[in-house]
T-cell receptor
Framework: AQTVTQSQPEMSVQEAETVTLSCTYD???????LFWYKQPPSRQMILVIR??????QNATENRFSVNFQKAAKSFSLKISDSQLGDTAMYFC????????????FGTGTSLTVIP | DTEVTQTPKHLVMGMTNKKSLKCEQH?????MYWYKQKAKKPPELMFV???????INESVPSRFSPECPNSSLLNLHLHALQPEDSALYLC?????????????FGPGTRLLVL
């Protein structure tokens, strides 16, 4: 069974500081995909970053980067220079192969950026 | 353009009403999805359409009836809903339904069943 765990239900960070959101997953697959999605309050869910398991290099998108540890089954998201617009619910998602593109979502981390 | 649009934004309906939710994308994507999301919870997959055919139905009650009239449009017909069906209904699309396809989400329809 595939499971995704986000152990931090809520987090806060001062504006301009760095914060790391954790995500662990459990799978017996070797080739899969990992995603972080952001859902601001009353706004739509948008993709933050994705990582292919076969790539050793960690994905980065501007202020967002991941620390992907395949052996440890860990996929944390680092947000640098936090901005007020980063306040949102963040969902980690795992996608195994050959499942019709189905996500396994974590329970989410609610991040608040404090001015 | 990675836009998925959904109408209406909000919907209030009684348990005997029939209503429909609409989702549209013009990105040429061939897979479309319906999700249900309760407050502060992750989305739960309901249906997947791949090339306009229903490929996944996650044991959703028959009071929810999906329809995919063409490759750009996805509907969700609602009938005889229960108050516990009140939620945010999200539509998403992806280029295909193979592995690793990024899904793009719409803003959702917030449904309240009285």
């Amino acid at each position: 069974a595939q499971t995704v765990t986000q152990s931090q239900p809520e987090m806060s960070v001062q504006e301009a500081e760095t914060v790391t959101l954790s995500c662990t997953y459990d799978t017996s697959e070797s080739n899969y995909y990992l995603f972080w999605y952001k859902q601001p309050p009353s706004r739509q869910m948008i993709l933050v970053i994705r990582q292919e398991a076969y790539k050793q290099q960690n994905a980065t998108e501007n202020r967002f980067s991941v620390n992907f540890q395949k052996a440890a089954k860990s996929f944390s998201l680092k947000i640098s220079d936090s901005q007020l617009g980063d306040t949102a619910m963040y969902f980690c998602a795992f996608m195994p192969p050959n499942t019709g593109n189905q996500f396994y979502f974590g329970t989410g981390t609610s991040l608040t950026v404090i001015p | 353009d990675t836009e998925v649009t959904q109408t209406p934004k909000h919907l209030v309906m009684g348990m005997t009403n029939k209503k429909s939710l609409k989702c549209e994308q013009h990105m040429g994507h061939r897979a479309m999805y319906w999700y249900k999301q309760k407050a502060k919870k992750p989305p739960e997959l309901m249906f997947v359409y791949s090339y306009e055919k229903l490929s996944i139905n996650e044991s959703v009650p028959s009071r929810f009836s999906p329809e995919c009239p063409n490759s750009s449009l996805l509907n969700l017909h609602l009938h005889a809903l229960q108050p516990e069906d009140s939620a945010l209904y999200l539509c998403a699309s992806s280029q295909g339904s193979g592995s690793q396809e990024t899904q793009y989400f719409g803003p959702g329809t917030r449904l309240l069943v009285l």
